[in-house]
């Protein structure tokens, strides 16, 4: 009968690599070792063939249900021409494609004949499949826009699968395929909480904002719809609703969202950022600024905050930055200086990190 694990610690005050002549020192760390030979270092043998951890002086079974971490295949690429490795495992199955991708390929390597060519091109043509061929051109071109736009990568694979319901479900047919790309990648830029602009997304992918704003409209319509059909059919087989599934409808850009990037590309510091998410998050919502664009909202909270923080930022630096122009700034902030006295908090005071008297009346 196996014996269990025991966990004992080394022998304290006995590194393994010192010497004698050595300080005395703690050992902490924590080491298996045999309970009736009981030697520093232990001498334990993994035996993958029967899964046991056995000591390799008496035999004693100190743990079972070893898990071998070797590879499962045996390769033979050194033997082979073109050090081709033909282990049997292939590339995972791609979510975001039709099919189930366990097609054989047909290689070029025939020494030169010509006829694996052959071969090549005939399977190509009998497994020719226009539907991937256009989602393979539209995640390349998704995959493109999103790197332009330096998007993290898992926007791109949310506006890639949002791209692959609208193609599954043959809804809003007509519509160009850039059109689509840039209504998706607007959409899942907000659902992964980096929202981008009209602006930003029309400077990459030059479909026009007022095209941009219909696309988002109709794909949301679209999206709410199948979203609803698809819980009623599950609330109708007797099934439970699963909150994560289903698709939440995006919300309208807040200011304070924008202040996080426009600072960083500022260089500003933290506190001058968050200094000026929470100007943004006041008059946003209660102050004179309430119902304008979040871009002059965000653009002039930056430019008070960072006068506060006494590291000034002109409103033609921050208007580079947010695409806002610099008049629309100094207007936007003549409502936030008028009320300075409620909106600027003692902590922020506090310690000299914030002076008021650094505002500018304009």
Not at 3 to 31: C, F
Not at 186 to 206: D, G, L, S, W
Not at 211 to 229: H, T, V, Y
Request: charged share 25%.
């Amino acid at each position: 009968m196996a014996s269990p694990i025991v966990a004992q610690p080394l022998l304290a005050g006995v590194p393994l690599n010192a010497s004698a002549d050595a300080p005395w020192q703690e050992n902490l760390n924590m080491s298996m070792i045999c309970r009736d030979c009981k030697e520093v270092p232990p001498n334990l043998v993994e035996e993958f063939s029967s899964g046991d951890m056995v000591c390799g002086s008496c035999g004693l079974v100190l743990g079972d249900r070893i898990v071998d971490t070797r590879s499962e295949w045996r390769t033979f690429s050194n033997d082979d021409q073109g050090n081709d490795d033909p282990s049997r495992v292939g590339d995972g199955a791609n979510p975001l494609l039709n099919g189930s991708q366990l097609q054989t390929t047909i290689s070029f390597g025939d020494g030169g004949s010509g006829r694996s060519r052959e071969l090549h091109r005939a399977q190509n043509k009998s497994t020719h499949d226009k539907a991937t061929k256009g989602l393979l051109t539209a995640y390349k071109e998704i995959g493109a826009f999103c790197d332009a736009m330096h998007i993290p990568k898992n926007v791109s694979d949310t506006a890639k699968h949002l791209y692959k319901m609208v193609d599954d479900a043959k809804a809003l047919k007509g519509k160009p395929q850039d059109v689509l790309s840039a209504g998706c990648i607007f959409i899942a830029c907000r659902q992964c909480k980096v929202p981008r602009t009209f602006r930003e997304v029309f400077a990459v992918t030059k479909v026009t904002k007022k095209e941009i704003g219909r696309i988002f409209k109709a794909l949301e319509k679209f999206f709410a719809a199948q979203n609803q059909e698809k819980m009623d059919q599950v609330v109708q087989s007797g099934g439970i609703v699963n909150p994560d599934d289903s698709y939440t409808t995006t919300t309208s850009t807040r200011a304070q969202q924008l202040c996080v990037r426009y600072c960083s590309h500022l260089h500003l510091s933290a506190f001058c950022q968050s200094v000026a998410e929470e100007l943004a998050e006041k008059m946003s919502s209660v102050g004179a600024l309430a119902g304008r664009s979040p871009l002059s909202v965000a653009a002039a909270c930056i430019y008070m905050a960072s006068y506060f923080t006494g590291q000034a930022k002109t409103a033609k630096e921050i208007s580079g930055v947010a695409g806002v122009s610099d008049g629309t700034i100094r207007n936007a902030y003549k409502f936030l200086y008028a009320e300075r006295d409620t909106l600027i908090r003692e902590e922020w005071l506090k310690n000299g990190k914030g002076d008021m008297k650094r505002l500018p009346p304009s």
